[in-house]
């Protein structure tokens, strides 16, 4: 594979097995969810694919607004990501961002411009139903 980067993941017994990468920092077991059906009580594939997503998205989200001097630091990005066993296992995802100091409008304009160069969301289009949301900040506890 000709690529800047390549991640490598081995998985044995599916979604009742274990995921282990190839630097030894992913090293987990996964199971088919209760919801789904199974027993639970370790990761899945949606959970580790909501964790890549979030993470990628939120990057991409920074270099946007670097661009325009603003300061994202305090942002955050929540991925849920579906199986939709109905429509024969079809995945949907929401990416919730909130941006702390951000004004709605330019926060929006920044989270359709990530979703527009993240990876995932590359990846993703034309495939998947993605649902952007702008939240307000959490209220501090």
């Keep these: ?37 199974g027993p639970g009580g370790a990761t899945n594939p949606e959970e580790l ?6 993470s990628c998205f939120l990057s991409a989200l920074g270099l946007m607004a670097a661009k325009r001097e603003i300061d994202t630091s ?38 359709a411009r990530a979703h527009e160069v993240c990876p995932y969301s590359r990846a993703t289009r034309g495939n998947i139903d993605v649902q952007l949301t702008v939240a307000e900040p959490a209220p501090a506890v």
């Design 74 to 111: 305090e942002a955050t990005v929540e991925a849920d990501v579906g199986l939709d066993a109905a429509g024969g296992f079809q995945l949907k995802v929401e990416l919730v961002v909130r941006m702390p100091g951000v004004e709605r409008e330019m926060a929006e304009k920044l989270v």
């Design 49 to 54: 694919f909501a964790a890549g997503y979030a």
């Design 1 to 37: 594979m000709d690529a800047t980067y390549v991640a490598s993941a081995v998985s044995k017994g599916g979604r009742t097995g274990h995921v282990r990468s190839g630097d030894g920092y992913i090293d987990l077991d996964v199971r088919v969810p209760r919801e789904l059906g």
